[in-house]
């Protein structure tokens, strides 16, 4: 006699809310102005499987109801709260806390470190996710804080990368617009570097609005690259200010 035995399925089975499917049948889900609901609903299933990962499988199907609320009824969506104060408070316990501009000393100086490289002489290349989070130094060594985003392809064909300016995943929107090729990186490629002083910092403009307006204010983004304008020809005196100690064993 032959017995075959049926596997187990997982308690919370993530397939079954079919979020995927949803999205490509359903038209509320593919209105553009539902998209930061997708977005949602995609962070939510991630979640749930975090949940299941951890063996949590009760919190996992429970989330699960949720997300299948929402795909029945995406009007659900717009009941979310409009106090835009209670939503920052909760966005900012969300932070790691750090401390801030210039409190913290880099590992710059260590044996056989070697120079730091420019971003255009990389070989690979950088990826997306190693830029995005990444923390960003001054010349003299200390946190500016970390990459939030990157801007591609202007129309005039200039590259940034907007970096927090309060210091490493510290809470706020304050943030330096620095043209991509200002940066320089380390061997390990663990931290990026501007050609100026922790000083120097404090003078260059906030990004003046979060929407990315400042993209077409020819004025704005002019006065904004003149500061870093040469300073990646000015490599080679930053990487004098960071001599390498040579291990003379």
């Known amino acids: 006699m032959c017995v075959f035995s049926t596997p187990v399925l ?11 499917e949803a999205i490509l049948q359903k038209p509320e889900l593919r209105d553009p102005d539902n998209r930061y609901l997708v977005l949602d609903l995609r962070t939510l299933r991630d979640a749930a499987f975090l949940l299941w990962t951890y063996g ?7 989330l699960l109801g949720n997300i299948r609320e929402l795909i029945a009824a995406p009007s659900l969506g717009e009941r979310g709260t409009t106090d835009e104060d209670a939503v920052d408070q909760q966005q900012a316990a969300g932070e790691p806390l750090q401390q801030r501009l210039g409190k913290v000393k880099g590992s710059r100086g260590t044996l056989n470190e070697g120079p730091l490289v420019p971003i255009s002489a990389l070989d690979p290349g ?3 996710n190693e830029i995005v989070g990444a923390e960003v130094r001054t010349s003299d060594d200390h946190i500016v804080g970390e990459v939030r985003n990157v ?4 129309k005039d064909q200039k590259d940034y990368v907007i970096v927090a300016s309060g210091g490493f995943f510290v809470p706020g929107k304050d943030s ?14 663990t ?6 002083s922790s000083v120097q910092v404090k003078s260059v403009p906030l990004m003046p609005d979060q929407d990315y307006l400042w993209l077409d204010d020819e004025a704005w983004r002019a006065k904004n690259d003149a500061i870093f304008q040469g300073l990646v020809s000015k490599t080679t005196r930053l990487e004098q200010n960071f001599k390498p100690i040579v291990d003379r064993k």
Do not use: H, Q, Y
């Not at 997982?10 to 995927?20: R, T, V």
């Not at 330096?176 to 490629?189: K, T, Y």
């Not at 931290?191 to 100026?196: E, G, R, T, V």
């Open 10 to 20: 997982a308690a919370c089975n993530i397939s079954d809310a079919k979020l995927e």
């Open 56 to 62: 949590l499988e009760d919190d996992c199907e429970r």
């Open 126 to 128: 950088l990826l997306v």
């Open 151 to 154: 801007v591609i392809g202007t």
């Open 176 to 189: 330096l617009v620095v043209p991509l090729l200002s940066l320089v990186i380390d061997r390990a490629r």
């Open 191 to 196: 931290s990026f570097f501007l050609p100026i």
